[in-house]
Nanobody, 114 residues
């Protein structure tokens, strides 16, 4: 079955960077568009970024444009999210997802605090 395993989260100070990874198994990863989403405490899960199967088209939520970069390595079945200039409001659990699937990973916690 489909499995998504996110990693790379942690506690950082404002302005610092993190790189999240999402290892996907159980599907032909290279054929699926992928996305990153996040859920902050007390808030609904929200869209962060998406990338097409070949990586040629990327879209971002306005609140991360210019700071976050989504990418993928289809040879490694892995999705990435490079997060720069992190802000306290970026604190959330971050999830990856196959766009066409209803399966979520366990998420990885990102905390931005001084």
């Amino acid at each position: 079955q489909v499995q998504l395993v996110e990693s790379g989260g942690g506690l950082v100070q404002p302005g610092e960077s993190l790189r999240l990874s999402c290892k996907v198994s159980g599907v032909m990863f290279s054929t699926y568009a992928m996305g990153w989403y996040r859920q902050a405490p007390g808030k609904e899960r929200e869209y962060v970024a998406t990338i097409t199967s070949g990586g040629g088209t990327k879209n971002y939520a306005d609140f991360v444009k210019g700071r976050f970069t989504i990418s993928r390595d289809n040879a490694k079945n892995t999705l990435y999210l490079q997060m720069n200039s992190l802000k306290p409001e970026d604190t959330a659990v971050y999830y990856c997802k196959i766009i066409q699937s209803v399966t979520w990973g366990q998420g990885t916690q990102v905390t931005v605090s001084s």
